[in-house]
């Protein structure tokens, strides 16, 4: 069964770098399918961010593009969202994901991110 | 900016039928927008419903279904039982790998 985690630090001060990392199991990223970040502030709905390829090609979500950095290791079976110059808006639980092309089908748990000095 | 919009909360009775749409900015939703439903609790993450507009996940319960309906993407749920009380998005793929999600509707059952 294909199992994400995220990790990462909980609380990040304003205009520094967030930076996450989704452990992969179950499944091994260099066989195939997109890997995603996705967001959700607190009682608000949900925002794609963006996904990487095993071979490293990207997509983005426009709003955030200049800041997101995603990339992947597969000897490691994990991906990692980078997002710089953080602000309160950017507190929220970040998920991480399976992405096909036709739907998003195994999530992590989620981990909240808190944006404050 | 792509805009995907839901209904911001719908209320059924137990046992009931309900129909939640997602529309996009862009015009109408065809089914190469690969219509995805996901249903979230409080504290939860999102869970998958229903993808490229109708097929079910193994573990989709048979109540929920999908459709398009008016140039919109559509969840029906028929039967409701009280543990579909929840939030649900559409998400809706675009070129260019962009994915959007709608801001979600909470569904009660009262």
């Known amino acids: 069964q294909v199992q994400l985690q995220e990790s990462g630090p909980g609380l990040v001060k304003p205009s520094e770098t967030l930076s996450l990392t989704c452990a992969v199991s179950?499944?091994?990223?260099?066989?195939?399918?997109?890997w995603g970040w996705i967001r959700q502030p607190p009682r608000k709905g949900l925002e794609w961010i963006g996904s990487?390829?095993?071979?490293?090609?990207?997509n983005h979500n426009p709003s955030l593009k200049s800041r997101v950095t995603i990339s992947v290791d597969t000897s490691k079976n994990h991906f990692s969202l980078k997002l710089s110059s953080v602000t309160a808006a950017d507190t929220a639980v970040y998920y991480c994901?399976?992405?096909?092309?036709?739907?998003?089908?195994?999530w992590g748990q989620g981990t909240l991110v808190t944006v404050s000095a | 900016q792509t805009v995907v919009t839901q209904e911001p909360s719908l209320t059924v009775s137990p046992g009931g039928a309900v129909t939640l749409t997602c529309a996009s900015s862009?015009?109408?939703?065809?089914?190469?927008?690969?219509p995805n439903w996901f249903q979230q609790k409080p504290g939860q993450a999102p869970r998958p419903l229903i993808y490229?507009?109708?097929n079910k996940h193994s573990w989709t319960p048979a109540r929920f279904s999908g459709s398009l309906l008016g140039g919109k993407a559509a969840l029906t749920l028929s039967g409701v039982q009280p543990e579909d009380e929840a939030d649900y998005y559409c998400?809706?793929?675009?070129?260019?790998?962009?994915?959007?999600f709608g801001g979600g509707t909470k569904l009660t059952v009262l």
């Open positions: 994901a399976r992405v096909l092309t036709n739907t998003v089908d195994y």
């Open positions: 179950g499944y091994s990223i260099s066989s195939g399918f997109h």
């Open positions: 990487i390829h095993h071979s490293g090609s990207t």
């Open positions: 862009t015009g109408t939703v065809t089914s190469g927008y690969f």
């Open positions: 490229s507009t109708s």
């Open positions: 998400l809706l793929y675009y070129a260019g790998g962009r994915l959007v």
